[in-house]
């Protein structure tokens, strides 16, 4: 009986013992998993980047670089673990503060990233376009802008170099960081069919124009009218009866477009004879291209044109951005001295 006794208090000595250590485990696999372990000073969130193509020692490094891991060790066992060590995926990635090694591998591995926001605020030609697109996808602006200017390229989504600023739609966009050439211009093409709903595409051919052609006319009316959308549609329909009568655009703007200067307050005769064929003072009919990035408020005036007598157009002269329109040529005069008075009195040159 005694012998049954001491080995009694040996097995729940060692039942015990085997608890402890189970525990101690326990608490060690649960601290290395769940414990904090980023450390960003102050800030609330850090970013980081992972390239396409970059593999687990990459991420390791780029982790290492921004000072991230508070115990690195730690993170390589949670890593190993949830096997994120052959499912590294590209993009950009929002790191919390105080993440434990759990939520930060399962950040990275289920690809989780930070979307990034593109808009066309202030922008005029393509070439601004893929400047600020190339500084937020990893795409570059080098890579974009020889695409665009690709016609073999461009023709297939309808475009050529001259004319596929008509395949940007004005708005703010959402794409991921690791977005590749194809991929954004994919995406951009996708977005152009949409908005060009079935309705639209009727009204473009009633008038007989292509889209392309909407576009175009569509940029010089924004650029002469940015606001009123009213106007924009007066605007529009003077700008048609131009084209039907087969006289000259005359669009101050076209000939800004054409010298590359938007900061000209005050367009001279000499600029109006500039030899280019985006300069609608001595070339009939459309421009080849869009001469900045038409907004969907101009697209549609151009669909929804108001039908008038006007041929004549100028600005007002208590230069508020409206128009004074006219049918004869005596009464533009008129108009346009006033104009230029008031320039003159302001000393815009």
């Not at 970059?54 to 490094?61: F, G, L, M």
């Not at 655009?249 to 367009?267: C, E, K, M, Y």
Request: glycine fraction near 4%.
């Amino acid at each position: 009986m005694a012998q049954k006794s001491r080995f009694k208090k040996i097995a729940i000595s060692l039942l015990f013992i085997f608890f402890i250590l189970g525990l101690i485990s326990f608490f060690v696999i649960y601290k290395l998993i769940y414990k904090p372990n980023v450390s960003i000073g102050e800030k609330k969130s850090q970013i980081i980047y992972i390239p396409t193509g970059s593999n687990y020692e990459n991420v390791v490094d780029t982790l290492k670089k921004n000072k991230l891991l508070k115990d690195p060790d730690s993170f390589y066992w949670v890593a190993k673990k949830k096997n994120y060590t052959n499912s590294v995926k590209p993009g950009k990635y929002r790191i919390l503060a105080n993440m434990n090694n759990n939520e930060l591998v399962g950040l990275l591995r289920a690809g989780i990233q930070e979307p990034v926001e593109i808009n066309f605020n202030g922008l005029h030609t393509v070439k601004e376009f893929m400047d600020r697109v190339g500084r937020r996808i990893e795409a570059s602006p080098e890579q974009l802008y020889k695409m665009a200017n690709d016609n073999q390229y461009t023709n297939k989504f309808g475009f050529n170099r001259e004319n596929i600023q008509a395949l940007f739609i004005p708005n703010t966009y959402q794409f991921y960081w690791n977005t590749s050439v194809d991929q954004f211009f994919n995406r951009m093409a996708k977005e152009y069919k949409l908005f060009w709903t079935a309705d639209r595409k009727q009204k473009a051919k009633e008038m007989k124009f292509s889209q392309t052609d909407v576009v175009i006319l569509a940029s010089i009316v924004q650029a002469e009218q940015c606001c009123d959308n009213e106007e924009k549609r007066v605007i529009a329909g003077l700008y048609i009866n131009r084209l039907n009568i087969g006289m000259p655009l005359q669009s101050d703007p076209t000939v800004i477009f054409a010298v590359g200067d938007f900061n000209i307050q005050r367009i001279s005769y000499e600029q109006t004879r500039i030899n280019s064929s985006y300069n609608t003072y001595i070339n009939k009919g459309l421009p080849p291209g869009p001469i900045g990035f038409a907004q969907q408020s101009a697209i549609d005036a151009v669909l929804n044109y108001i039908p008038t007598n006007y041929v004549y157009m100028c600005a007002k002269d208590d230069l508020t951005g409206k128009h004074c329109f006219s049918k004869t040529f005596e009464q533009h005069q008129l108009n346009a001295k006033k104009y230029r008075n008031a320039l003159d009195q302001r000393g815009i040159h």
